[in-house]
């Protein structure tokens, strides 16, 4: 079975800080790897996925994430956080190749930004 | 922009009632995922259909239903309502086979009372 922890519920930052958000996953086969985030009240907006190839992604809004399959991680990242990042972010694996529709996701990390 | 449309946004049912959402799938996708998001949690997937049958269900009971239309467009279906069935449910289309990412939808926040 196919399985993703985020080790952190809830991390705060300052603006202008770097951030790293974590993830690590189970999954028995070549995984799809995605990072969304979510605004309150409202659906998910993909930030960035990794199918195959460099390990190393990068997204939309300057986020990036590194795939290391030795630790099973999936960790974003972003070098300078802007208050318009505040959101939940969640890490999601799926089936590779076929179905990305069905998806495994964590139960996300909440992101506050500190002016 | 997505392109992924669902209806109704909001909506409050009585605990035994029955609620029908829908959802409209991205041009060119052929599959549609649906997902409940409880409070604080991240999405569980409830079942996915592809050329109109069901193809894959999480660990969500029988009164949860769904169908898939010709035009892709799908609904969910949930029977005997629950208080515990407050959630977000979000529906994500993707194409079978295409190596891409699952579009999601702004979602449907059902609270039963």
């Known amino acids: ?115 | 922009e997505t392109g992924v449309t669902q209806s109704p946004t909001h909506l409050i049912k009585t605990r035994g009632q029955q609620v029908t959402l829908r959802c409209s799938s991205q041009s060119g996708h052929n599959t549609v995922s649906w997902y409940q998001q409880a409070l604080g949690q991240g999405p569980q997937f409830i079942f996915q259909y592809y050329r109109e049958e069901e193809n894959g269900r999480g660990n969500f009971p029988p009164r949860f239903s769904g169908l898939q239309f010709p035009n892709y467009s799908s609904e969910l279906n949930v029977n005997a309502l629950e208080l515990d069935d407050s959630a977000l449910y979000l529906c994500a289309s993707s194409l079978w086979g295409g190596n891409t990412e699952a579009f999601f939808g702004q979602g449907t926040r059902l609270t039963v009372v």
């Open chain 1, 1 to 115: 079975a196919q399985s993703v922890t985020q080790p952190d519920i809830h991390i705060t930052v300052s603006e202008g800080a770097s951030l790293e958000l974590r993830c690590n996953y189970s999954y028995g086969a070549t995984p799809y790897l995605f990072w969304y985030v979510q605004s309150p009240g409202q659906g998910l907006q993909l930030l960035l996925k990794y199918f195959s190839g460099d390990t190393l992604v990068q997204g939309i809004k300057g986020f990036e994430a590194e795939f290391k399959r030795s630790q099973s991680s999936f960790n974003l990242r972003k070098p300078s956080v802007h208050w318009s990042d505040a959101a939940e972010y969640f890490c999601a694996v799926g089936r590779f190749p076929t179905n990305a529709g069905k998806s495994t996701f964590g139960d996300g990390t909440t992101l506050t930004v500190k002016p």
